[in-house]
């Protein structure tokens, strides 16, 4: 019993450790890029991305997951928030409604 806790903890702290070594990695990738993302930006993904304006500089996240389905139309939910280390940024949540031909239809019911 010992010997597999060792062993699973070592594996624990491995992948811990190779999290960490990917930081610096994923701030390379996103400063040479401006954004990485996970996922096709027609369905649910995650974005991270530079942040670059006048008075505002950082990093922002936007998650977008499907929402309900009203009638035909496809709605997505959309979550953006920023970690600005210049400036302030507003985090906001939002919906839309696509039709089966890719184009907005209007923001989701409540």
């Known amino acids: 019993m010992k010997r597999w806790l060792r062993r699973a903890g070592c594996f624990g702290l491995a992948l811990i450790w190779l999290a960490v070594l990917s930081v610096p990695l994923l701030a390379v990738v996103i400063a ?63 919906c839309q409604c696509v039709d089966d031909a890719g184009n907005f239809v209007r923001g989701c019911s409540p």
């Open 32 to 94: 040479s890029r401006g954004q990485v993302q996970l996922g096709a930006q027609e369905s649910a993904h995650l974005r991270l991305f530079l942040v670059q304006e006048e008075g505002n500089n950082g990093l922002g996240i936007e998650w977008t997951r499907a929402g309900a389905t009203e009638g035909e139309n496809r709605c997505w939910r959309t979550s953006v928030s920023y970690w600005l280390w210049e400036g302030r940024g507003e985090n906001v949540t939002y």
